[in-house]
């Protein structure tokens, strides 16, 4: 478990940093899913993950690239992403199960990075988890 500290222009936040592995469950009055890192590996500039969902509520549950974001632990950029593998949207009825994959890039050769989910960007429930 690590904590990180992200700077923000307008004000600074603490997030704690799961091993990859790790799944979190994020419940609310419209939600009620699972989302975890199942794999992760960096390569040279890169880091290429795999993201499992599974949706516990009524309804369709859509989750995709745009919930996922990855910075480089050691300078705080964030990373871009690229398309890669089978990549990661997912639409999920009740009980149901995806997964896809994620991966960003950098200028530089990679040792730590982040991985912050985020529900929507308008929720500061996040979830984040340390590749190294």
């Known amino acids: 478990l690590y904590m990180i500290r992200l700077f923000l222009p307008v004000f600074l936040f603490q997030l704690l940093a799961w091993p990859i592995g790790t799944f979190h469950n994020y419940k609310s009055l419209q939600y009620d899913y699972v989302v975890g890192v199942t794999t992760a590996v960096i390569i040279d500039n890169t880091v290429t993950t795999t993201i499992e969902v599974q949706n516990l509520q009524e309804g369709t549950l859509y989750v995709g690239e745009f ?10 950029k964030y990373l871009e992403k690229f398309s890669c593998l089978g990549g990661f949207q997912v639409i999920l009825e009740k009980n149901q199960t ?5 991966c960003w890039k950098s200028e530089k050769q990679l040792n730590n990075v982040v991985i912050v989910y985020s529900h929507s960007a308008f929720i500061t429930n996040n979830f984040a988890w340390k590749v190294q």
Do not use: F, S
Request: glycine share 20%; no cysteine; hydrophobic share 25%.
């Open 67 to 76: 919930n996922v974001n990855a910075y480089d632990a050691d300078t705080g």
């Open 98 to 102: 995806g997964k896809g994959n994620v």
